[in-house]
T-cell receptor, first 116, second 113 residues
């Protein structure tokens, strides 16, 4: 069982470039989300989705775009990369809204992005 | 907007000692409060969670204490081991109308041999 799979694990971009971080889960989870992790800032929510075709903004959505065309996939797009977007990005999922009842989100292993 | 304040930012404990990490939240319409553990290079993973209709939950060496009136909860690691060295995050659900968890800023725990 693969769980939550993120690709790529590492990426270096130049300022202004665009790219997509991929996230796929094989657990048939309805809820998926993207967090960024920065030293001293903890985990901050970028965007989330409660099901296919439904997305919403989190705490720090600016500069990022998401879509949810299937239950399995939730890609995160950086439209024009900036050095401030250098971070480690985590995708997380849960069955429907179970994370609110159990406190459990299932995280991927992260994608480390450096923007020069 | 949910605010979750976690302390301390870092903690060094000797092997066999007790590690204590604290968390305070502002408000919530849902009642489930988790702690996550993250090892270097890995994603966070649920360690233990509590509903505030109980004041304490224990799983092995890990205990959550919950004080609903003070809006605080804490993680206690008894007999701390070097393998417990990791970053710990508390989390709380955002208020009604949202479907997300808000995380604290994390505590880096180092258990010295």
């Amino acid at each position: 069982n693969a769980g939550v799979t993120q690709t790529p694990k590492f990426q270096v971009l130049k300022t202004g470039q665009s790219m997509t971080l991929q996230c796929a889960q094989d657990m048939n989870h309805e809820y998926m989300s993207w967090y960024r992790q920065d030293p001293g800032m903890g985990l901050r929510l970028i965007h989330y989705s409660v099901g296919a075709g439904i997305t919403d903004q989190g705490e720090v959505p600016n500069g990022y775009n998401v879509s949810r065309s299937t239950t399995e996939d939730f890609p995160l797009r950086l439209l024009s990369a900036a050095p401030s977007q250098t971070s480690v990005y985590f995708c997380a999922s849960s069955p429907h809204r179970e994370h609110l009842n159990t406190g459990e989100l299932f995280f991927g292993e992260g994608s480390r992005l450096t923007v020069l | 907007q949910q605010q979750v304040k976690q302390s301390p930012q870092s903690l060094i404990v000797q092997k066999g000692g007790i590690s204590i990490i604290n968390c305070a939240y502002e408000n919530t319409a849902f009642d489930y409060f988790p702690w996550y553990q993250q090892f270097p290079g890995k994603g966070p993973a649920l360690l233990i969670a509590i509903r505030p209709d109980v004041s304490e939950k224990k799983e092995g060496r890990f205990t959550i204490s919950f004080n609903k009136s003070a809006k605080q909860f804490s993680l206690h690691i008894m007999d701390s081991q070097p393998g417990d060295s990791a970053t710990y995050f508390c989390a709380a659900p955002r208020p009604r109308g949202y479907s997300t968890l808000t995380f604290g800023k994390g505590t880096m725990l180092l258990v010295s041999p």
